[in-house]
């Protein structure tokens, strides 16, 4: 009796284990065009975060960013000068620059593109 | 004794009964039911061992209050701005002009599947019209030719409906008007 109950348990957390597999946020882009090669983690910008907060205009239009993953030169000197990140980025009205791992939090490794959903660079994959 | 082994045989199916939910509840029927997010340490694109993660919101603490969706972030990301459930910032500086239109436009008049109602207005209060216009779509109805094909592959309608808006599986959301119907008032026939 008691191994066919361990065996239950054991199953069903295998199975709950198996059927959530790691998978990013629908969103979530990943840059580390430069990042790695200058010692940082990659960042992990998340839409889901910024967008509760920010429609996509004002990154899209005002900001300038381009709305295709890896399109997007950034450089830290840029950001540090307001624009870009920088323009909300500058512990004002977001945490400062200075703030590095909380942007830079990204496992290494990691290729730039769109995370957890198509990644709209063609052929789709989802 | 028989009320011990009584006991142990209740424990066995309050335990079968357990399993049972466990193996349910990860069936994609129950996941509209109860949505659940991954913690950013177990996403797999964030560096567990980063110690400012504790720091950062985790997705279900800030998606689980926003309206259900079956897709994407499983929000439905309309109807949460529509609700007022969020109020996100239109603008940072003061001298931007914020830009919205409310009119629909058919497309896909001359298709086989349903007809596509884009509206405008759910477009225009995320969105700034130079998102779209003139690089993406001509601003004259009807001088547009949109193809599946291109959208599938990230172009057009695809740059965002896939990649952060929800995703192209939806076909029903934007074929969304039966063409043996009378066509909706007020909405500018397209392609």
């Not at chain 1, 009796?1 to 361990?6: E, G, P, Q």
């Not at chain 2, 931007?96 to 349903?114: K, V």
Request: charged content about 20%; glycine content about 8%; aromatic content about 6%.
């Amino acid at each position: 009796m008691r191994t066919c109950l361990l065996s239950m348990t054991m199953l069903s957390a295998a199975l709950a284990l198996a059927a959530a597999p790691a998978q990013a946020e629908y969103g979530d882009v990943v840059f580390n065009q430069r990042s790695e090669k200058e010692g940082m983690r990659p960042v992990v910008f998340s839409h889901w975060f910024h967008r509760i907060r920010f429609r996509c205009k004002v990154c899209h239009d005002e900001l300038g960013f381009k709305m295709r993953a890896g399109a997007n030169d950034l450089r830290m000197v840029d950001i540090a000068n307001g624009r870009f990140c920088g323009l909300c980025h500058n512990g004002d009205i977001a945490w400062g620059a200075e703030r590095c791992d909380l942007c830079h939090s990204g496992r290494s490794g990691l290729i730039s593109r769109i995370h957890g959903s198509n990644q709209t660079l063609g052929p789709g994959r989802w | 004794m028989r009320s011990g082994r009584e006991t142990r045989r209740q424990r066995y199916y309050l335990w079968l009964l357990l399993a049972l939910a466990a193996l349910v509840t990860q069936t994609p029927i129950a996941a509209e039911v109860a949505r659940r997010w991954l913690p950013l340490a177990k996403d797999g694109i964030h560096d567990p061992k980063n110690p400012a993660l504790r720091l950062l919101q985790e997705p279900g603490e800030a998606l689980s209050r926003l309206p259900a969706d079956p897709v994407g972030n499983q929000v439905n990301w309309t109807a949460a701005l529509d609700e007022g459930r969020i109020n996100p910032r239109t603008n940072i500086r003061a001298q931007t002009r914020i830009r919205t239109l409310d009119s629909d436009i058919l497309l896909n008049l001359r298709g086989g599947t349903p007809i596509v109602r884009f509206p405008h207005r759910q477009h225009t209060v995320w969105l700034d019209c130079s998102n779209c216009h003139e690089h993406l779509f001509k601003s004259k109805a009807g001088a547009n030719k949109l193809s599946m094909q291109l959208i599938l592959q990230g172009e057009q309608c695809g740059v965002c409906h896939g990649a952060v808006s929800f995703p192209l599986t939806q076909c029903g959301r934007c074929h969304n008007t039966p063409r043996k119907q009378p066509l909706p008032a007020g909405a500018v026939p397209g392609s």
